[in-house]
């Protein structure tokens, strides 16, 4: 696909609108990317559900086909440096389309969170004419939004509960930061994988397990514990240290932890999300 996403001064508004579509479109494929990974330990897959037993990758094709309009209103929605309320109202109705489409079932609750954060973000650059790099669009969402989403902190959520129990930072305060975990850890990862490997699927799966050595996951923290949490860092870092996906007979591993993850009902989902986050910065980055 051939992607112009620098915007035209001559026409701005018509140029944001046609950018808010690209940005759309990145967000949705980065989120196919990650849902088409396997073997990602614990996670629903096309090969299996992992940890779930109440969803499976059709729920997820009826989440994503719900949220195909939120990522391009977002961006549109930044473009025009939008209040952080006009986003929480985006998110909040993406939200309940998401429900419907699943009959209840939270699939991507935290990717209209965080993907529609920088989605927004990316929106505003490309209107602004500013930079498209990583740093730049996650160090925006703290400038311009961050004060907003630390007053704005749920107390009543899974995510809070668990960090209220077991402590460490959440979602929200990785966004309020500009995403550290993105900037320093994640985005340096997949393009150093892609470059070492130029498969994108390796580069995302070695991603993923690079975020799990590191990442609070509150998804694993609510359904596990901190025992759980304890478990899944241990893990992911013994694969990493003996070579990642480079090293052979790494997808068999990674299928093992699969199995086991599974089995132990542990859900990286905060990994997913911000996986799904690091593919579309590369992907806004590069113009593809």
């Known amino acids: 696909m051939t992607t112009v996403l620098h915007p035209v001064a001559e ?3 018509i140029v944001r609108r046609d950018s808010s579509r690209v940005l759309g479109r990145m967000a949705i494929r980065s989120l196919y990317t990650e849902l088409s990974l396997y073997p990602k330990p614990g996670l629903v897959s096309p090969v299996d559900n992992g940890a779930h037993d109440d969803m499976s ?24 440096e939008s209040r952080f309320i006009t986003l929480k109202q985006l998110g909040m109705d993406a939200e309940r389309r998401m429900l419907t489409a699943t009959a209840g079932i939270n699939t991507h609750r935290g990717a ?13 650059h490309i209107a602004n004419r500013l930079p498209l790099d990583t740093d730049a669009i996650c160090m925006t969402v703290a400038t311009l939004w961050g004060k907003d989403l630390m007053a704005d902190m749920p107390v009543d959520s899974n995510g809070s509960r668990a960090i209220a129990r ?52 509150t998804n694993i923290l609510h359904r596990a514990g901190r025992e759980g949490l304890d478990y ?22 990674a299928a093992e932890l699969n199995r086991a993850f599974s089995q132990r009902r542990i859900s990286p989902g905060g990994a997913a999300d911000l996986l799904s986050c690091a593919i579309f910065l590369h992907d806004v980055r590069a113009g593809q």
Do not use: C, W
């Open 57 to 80: 990758m059709a729920t997820f094709m009826r989440s994503l086909f719900s949220l195909r309009t939120y990522f391009v209103q977002i961006a549109a929605a930044g473009g025009f």
């Open 112 to 124: 209209i969170f965080n993907l529609g954060l920088l989605s927004a973000s990316a929106g505003y």
């Open 166 to 217: 077991h402590g460490g930072p959440g979602a929200r305060e990785q966004a309020a930061l500009g995403y550290p975990v993105l900037r320093h850890v994640a985005v340096p990862t997949y393009d150093n994988a892609l470059k070492q490997s130029g498969d994108r699927n390796l580069a995302a799966l070695q991603t993923f397990f690079t975020l799990m050595s590191v990442l609070n996951d």
């Open 11 to 13: 026409q701005p508004r």
């Open 232 to 253: 899944v860092h241990q893990q992911a870092r013994e694969f990493l240290s003996d070579g990642g996906v480079f090293a052979s007979g790494s997808i068999d591993r």
